[in-house]
């Protein structure tokens, strides 16, 4: 589209182009309510619009949409007032902040002309990979994480201040290169003087963005944005909030996305994120879907994001500041955009995977706090935790398939047995015991070969018998099949050896002796067993080559990490595993899977414990209700952020028997910290969300990690066949790098398709339609069963 430009003068508004009436724009670039008019009766060149605004030096105008130019000089007797297309300057500041973390307000609102796209629909095919546009790879993240928790394929433009050149946004007139774009934050900068903040995005390009989602029935997403007539809304008194003020937010309707399952009026805090309430002023181009609930300076509920529908294209449209890495909001915002920009349809899958392992079963732990106390695990108070997650089961989501996790450690079943009336003589040479161990730095590399055995030289094999196992009667509890079956089963070795620098002889014995006894007392038969997973103690041993040889020799190739070790996570994607290697590990071919810690403490069996040690270790502060609430605010950000990491326990953790109370959402009842912990999250999610929450098994997590990093290596991509006629999508087409991989792709439906070929579905509560697609060596198209409208 061609623009006339220029410098108009009086003279040149009296020439014959010059129309009865042009269209003025603001200093933002806004076009005026009402068209502008020859002043009748007045100078040469005067105009006015409606007879109420006058026309101001360094106006701008429109003609027919095709031509723009700037006056020169004031044509009226008095100068315009001065416009800003800026944000009003809000006495808070401009940002907001919650335990030092904060989000910058965004000072910028849409503030060029922006032509309208031509009402032209010709695309017939578009992939479905999102394009991203943001400041640097730190504020993309805030769109990464989400689509890569996903899986859906992305591409980021990093736009600096000196602005980018667009990338190819169609491979022809009727193939798109992208199925939905993102903008976060406007990409604005602080260009100074009378600029101040604009996007780094121009105009024109801007107006090639919407002429491209015209042509290819594409949706955009705008986080971070402050309100205005380009978007049919206004702010409110500025934004919000001071530091302590909270208002909360929610979806208010979910019509428009509702395969993201997303519950309605569910507030959850904006805290450390600056927003901007708003007004919706245009109902024929606004429709809200998020709303802010009332506050400290708003006495009512306001509008917190739309969906604008403007010259045949559609975007959403937030007005609060996004930040994953760490809100927890802004990881349950997220499914609104990505469910709305890619309408349900993409290579990918949402799972919501609640994992709890339990380690040092069998084990007593010295207490933290009262020191010099221990702690055992009672059957009684393993009763009641098979009651409790039968119940809890009954509270979740349809679908919902929740368990825990035992981490076993056999010694500790021959040390409680060797310690009763008759167990001297029925456990032979007793527990393994040895002197003390040498402590190391955490990731200390061990040399290969190196080190010095613990354990006993004979006997060579497990020595133990039944009559001895049995004297425990924790192993009597486990003995009972409805017992057994009521959690998963894993390996947590023999008598929990720190293994960063124990020999080969002394982790091949841990690791054998303790499968010799979980096959001996039946665990190792549990429906949910994981015959090659392993929980190092005290996650140990991860730099030892040794070690990870015993592991590998015993068919443990599956091992658990620590998040809070940087080192034990990819560095290339934080949902893959990690795979030990020679140089790092001192030997390769292990798989490490993430796994998250909490603040409840492997060596505490009551909250004032764990409060007291993550006061003093961690910089906690205030009660066991606090502490809850910081696992509910971390942990639902990294469920709602679709991380399948397990979580780390321990046995003193569920101790029930001497437990107190724990009020959660106004409901007082006597839990163990596990059952705090997890009714604290599983009610927050339940709140939140109608996803079922699925427990996996040791193995089968493993699996999970190593089956996405191998598909993410195949480079799946979708691509949409649409039909511009009737702006639908009509069927989907998955390829691969070569249209082979060794792992399933995953490709979701938000309906149904007319065959799904013989390939795997799975669809869980209401989850949506998921096809695992077998890739042979051709792309693979899926017609939906129900045209998606664009």
Known sequence: MKYRSGTLSPSILDEEWCPPTLHLLDACGLALQAPMQRATGSGHGMYEVSGQQTVGEGMSYVRDV???????????????????????????????SLDGLSIIANTTVQNLYVAAPRALVAGTSVKGTVLIFARDKASAYSATSGLNGYGIPYQVVAVPQAGITLPSLNASSTAGNYGAIVILSEVSYDYGGTLGFQSA????????????????????????????????????????????????ISISDSSAFASAGMKTGAGVSTAGLYHYPATITNTSIAKEFAAFAPATGFSSSSTAGVIN???????????????????????????????????????????????????DMFLESDIYSPAGQTYRITTADLDQHVTWTRDLNSRMSTGSSYFMEIGHNGNGNIEAAAATTTGASACGIGPIEYDGQNDTALEFKKTPGTGTNLWPATPATYPYTVACTNLDPLKLWFANPDNLNAMAHVSHTFTHEDENNATYFDVSRELTWNQAWLQQV??????????????PPAI??????????????????????DNTRPILMNKENEFWPLISTVETDGYAGATVVPRWATNIYYNCQLPACTVAEWINTSAGKGDWDALLAVEKATNTRHLLGLHHDPYMFHQANLNYVTAGTTTINGQSKKLSMLQAWAETVVQE?????????????????????????????????????????????????????????????????????????????????????TIWVQMSGSPVTFTLSTPVAY
């Open 685 to 769: 999610m339940v709140r939140l969300v109608n996803w079922p929450m699925i427990s996996l098994k040791h193995d089968d997590i493993a699996t999970d990690f190593t089956n996405r990093m191998a598909r993410d290596k195949c480079q799946p991509a979708l691509s949409y066949t649409t039909n511009p006629s009737a702006k639908t999508i009509t069927a989907v087409t998955l390829t691969t790098a070569g249209n082979t991989c060794a792992a399933k792709i995953p490709v979701t439906v938000p309906g149904s398709v007319t065959s799904t070929q013989g390939f795997t579905t799975e669809q869980v509560g209401g989850d949506p339609l």
């Open 522 to 535: 039946g665990i190792a038969g549990a429906a949910r067993f994981s015959p090659n997973g392993l929980i």
């Open 309 to 359: 529908s403007i010259d045949g294209r559609q975007q959403m449209v937030f007005f609060i500041g996004f930040a994953t890495d760490w809100s927890s909001t802004s990881n349950y915002l997220q499914h609104a955009w990505i469910t709305w920009a890619t309408r349900g349809l993409y290579t990918g899958f949402r799972r919501l995977y609640l994992s709890t392992q339990v380690d």
């Open 540 to 561: 140990t041993g991860m730099h030892n080559g040794d070690a990870i040889r015993a592991r590998l020799d015993a068919g443990l190739r599956n091992v658990v990490g």
């Open 201 to 248: 995005l121009t105009a024109a390009q801007m107006a090639t963005l919407y002429q491209y989602q015209v042509t290819f029935g594409v949706r955009m997403v705008r986080l971070d944005v402050y309100p205005g007539p380009a978007y049919g809304a206004s702010a409110i008194a500025g934004g919000c909030c001071a530091d302590g003020v909270e208002q909360l």
């Open 66 to 96: 095709e031509e723009r130019g700037t006056l020169a000089a004031a044509v009226l007797e008095e100068d315009s007032p001065p416009l800003s297309c800026f944000a009003p300057l809000v006495g808070v500041g401009p940002f907001s």
